[in-house]
Each structure stands twice: as structure tokens, then as C-alpha cells.
């Protein structure tokens, strides 16, 4: 994955073609993919170059639900030029004042940030959903199955992989079967991928892996946030204000599937830190972990999820979950 900050070699000439020949670049921070992105100054002009090069990524998923976002009254960068022979998009720079940081420092204005970001994602679920792939059994399998790839081995632990692929059948049934009709996911709605906008609205980044599926999805994926520390009162507050006009049957049911979404992300992104400190030397990433276990054992608290809760009791006891992953040597 992309280390080198230096401006891609078909950079000034795309800036220049596109009217932004005086542009100076600076780097700004990336993710854990191959994308990189630079803040482009021209004068009191300023824009963002997505530099995502072919074959390791596709600008494309990114520009077509950017306009999906915009056309359904959301804010997503503005495209300015894209030239997707060489994976370089000009978007609209939404600022520095991410929500992560501005909670950091303005811990008073927790509660009425996340019930913005809430209603946010009710005004998602009540547009037509994307025309996109379908966040179906295969893919929720794929990435739960991440754990048994990466971590386990990594571990050095011989579990029974093939049980664990077919409990998680069973359990997601329910969940897939309450995808009808599906809402647009865009599975990394989290405090460091919302910006806040100078207008007090929110700027949206980072959804290129958009599927439609289940309207808990996104929801688990803020309120139980890999990368800051969100309260269990938070959480549940919040949860509770997303159902406030569903019956207390549905919200009942709807509760589950999040226990059941929660565990599976939870899985899957202990899976996706482990890949990245073996195969790519990303170290950094294992930090996240004890809060991805403790995550993950809340949910697997729920009488939903007894099934896999007792495989991780038999396979992955306590005492592995929170010991450091041994040092690895780097996949090349």
C-alpha cells in the first residue's frame, strides 16, 4: 500500500488541463488502501486530488455514489475533473475540522453531534436506495472469515474455521432476510470520515465501498467506532433516539441485528488489523484492538449471538483476545 507522498507523475499535467496551473500540493493524511490524497492551493482556490491508481484501486465507485449523495441532498465533494485512465479525481475540499477531532477538544457537543449524525442516517434510509450490489450472505461471510485468515494464524491458533463459517450462516439469516427493502450503506460512516462544514452541516468521505442492506449497518459502524472510544450511555442513547418511531417489537428485532452487525464488523475489522500489520508492516493498526475485543465481546453478550459466542469461548478464550499479536514478519 501507498507510503510515498510525492505527487503523481501525471499530476501537474492533469491540474494544469483541468485550469489549475499555478497549484501547489501538500500531502494529507490517507487510509489504510492504496488511494492517496493531496490538498491542491491555487491562490484562494482549494481542492482535493484523489490519486487512486489503477489496478490497485477505481475512482469510479467514489464518483458515481458522490453524485448518488449529492442528487439525494447529502454533501459529498463536488467533482471537479477526473481522468480514471490514471485514477486521478479533482474533488471539493471539505476542510481539516473532522468530527474526531473537534469532539476531542469539544467533549460538550457529544450528544447533539451524534444525534446530527443520527438523523443523518434516518435521511438516508428514507431515500431510494443506490443502484448497488447487494450486501448479501457471501460478502458478510467474506468478511467475517477474515478472522480465521489473519488473526488466528497470526496467533498461532488451530481453530475449527469451517464451524465458524456455518454458524455465521445461520445467525445472519434473519438480518438479510429484514434487507427488503434495502437502504444505502456506506460501511465506514465513523467520527474520522464525517467532516464538519463551516454551514453546520455534515461533509461524508470515505464510501466507495457502498452496498444496500440493513439500516443497522452504519449505525453500529459509528456507535461502535474502531478508532475512538464512544460510551456504552452514549451508545444506547443514541440507538434509542435512531428507534424512537419504530413499535416495540421492531425495535426489539432491530436491536439484534445490530448485536449481529456489530459482531460481524467487529470481526471482520480485527481480521482487516491483523492483515494489515502482517502483510503490510502497518503496526499502527494493532493499537486499535483492545477496544475491537471489547467491542466485540459486548456484542457477543446478546442471546442472538450465543452460537458464535460459544465457538470464540472454545476457539479464542479470553486470555488470547487480550494478549499483544507476536511480532511478524512482512508478507511481501
Known amino acids: 500500500m501507498a507510503t510515498d507522498m510525492k505527487p503523481p507523475a501525471g499530476a501537474a499535467n492533469f491540474l494544469t488541463q483541468n485550469g489549475w496551473d499555478n497549484a501547489i500540493l501538500s500531502p494529507v493524511a490517507g487510509d489504510a488502501s492504496f488511494r492517496r490524497y493531496f490538498r491542491v492551493r491555487d491562490g484562494e482556490r482549494r481542492a482535493i486530488l484523489m490519486d487512486a491508481p489503477p489496478p490497485h484501486e477505481d475512482p469510479r465507485p467514489f464518483i458515481n455514489i458522490a453524485e448518488y449523495l449529492t442528487a439525494s441532498g447529502f454533501n459529498a465533494p463536488e467533482i471537479y475533473?477526473?481522468?480514471?485512465?490514471?485514477?486521478?479525481?479533482?474533488?471539493?475540499?471539505?476542510?481539516d475540522q473532522r468530527m474526531r477531532e473537534h469532539l476531542d477538544y469539544h467533549q460538550e457537543d457529544e450528544d447533539a453531534i451524534y444525534r446530527q449524525a443520527v438523523d443523518l442516517l434516518r435521511e438516508l434510509h428514507d431515500v431510494p436506495a443506490a443502484s448497488l450490489p447487494?450486501?448479501?450472505?457471501?460478502?458478510?461471510?467474506?468478511?467475517?472469515?477474515l478472522l480465521t485468515e489473519w488473526y488466528c494464524p497470526?496467533?498461532?491458533l488451530d481453530v475449527d474455521a469451517e464451524s465458524f463459517d456455518a454458524i455465521w450462516r445461520s445467525i445472519l439469516e434473519p438480518v438479510i432476510a429484514a434487507q427488503n427493502p434495502p437502504v444505502t450503506?456506506?460501511?465506514?460512516?465513523?467520527?474520522?470520515?464525517?467532516?464538519?462544514?463551516?454551514?453546520?452541516?455534515?461533509?461524508?468521505?470515505?464510501?466507495?465501498?457502498?452496498?444496500?442492506?440493513?439500516?443497522?449497518?452504519?449505525?453500529?459502524?459509528?456507535?461502535q467506532d474502531a478508532r475512538r472510544d464512544v460510551s456504552d450511555d452514549l451508545e444506547q442513547r443514541m440507538l434509542a433516539y435512531y428507534l424512537a418511531?419504530?413499535?416495540?417489537?421492531?425495535?426489539?428485532?432491530f436491536r439484534s441485528h445490530y448485536a449481529i452487525l456489530g459482531a460481524q464488523r467487529n470481526t471482520k475489522i480485527i481480521g482487516i488489523f491483523t492483515r494489515l500489520s502482517v502483510r503490510d508492516g502497518?503496526?499502527?493498526?494493532?493499537?486499535f484492538m483492545p477496544r475491537m475485543w471489547r467491542l466485540l465481546e459486548k456484542d457477543l453478550q446478546h442471546p442472538a449471538l450465543k452460537p458464535i459466542a460459544d465457538w470464540f469461548d472454545e476457539h479464542i478464550p479470553t486470555d488470547v483476545r487480550h494478549r499483544p499479536l507476536p511480532a511478524v514478519k512482512v508478507i511481501p
Not at 134 to 145: F, G, I, K, S
Not at 207 to 223: E, K, N, R, T, W
Not at 245 to 253: N, W
Open 81 to 95: 475533473a477526473r481522468d480514471l485512465a490514471h485514477g486521478l479525481v479533482l474533488l471539493e475540499d471539505f476542510g
Open 134 to 145: 447487494a450486501y448479501d450472505q457471501a460478502q458478510y461471510l467474506r468478511e467475517a472469515n
Open 154 to 156: 497470526a496467533q498461532k
Open 185 to 223: 450503506v456506506m460501511r465506514d460512516y465513523h467520527a474520522e470520515n464525517i467532516m464538519l462544514l463551516e454551514d453546520g452541516g455534515f461533509g461524508l468521505l470515505d464510501f466507495q465501498d457502498a452496498l444496500i442492506g440493513h439500516p443497522a449497518y452504519d449505525l453500529v459502524s459509528m456507535l
Open 245 to 253: 418511531d419504530h413499535s416495540a417489537a421492531d425495535a426489539d428485532r
Open 282 to 287: 502497518k503496526q499502527r493498526y494493532l493499537d
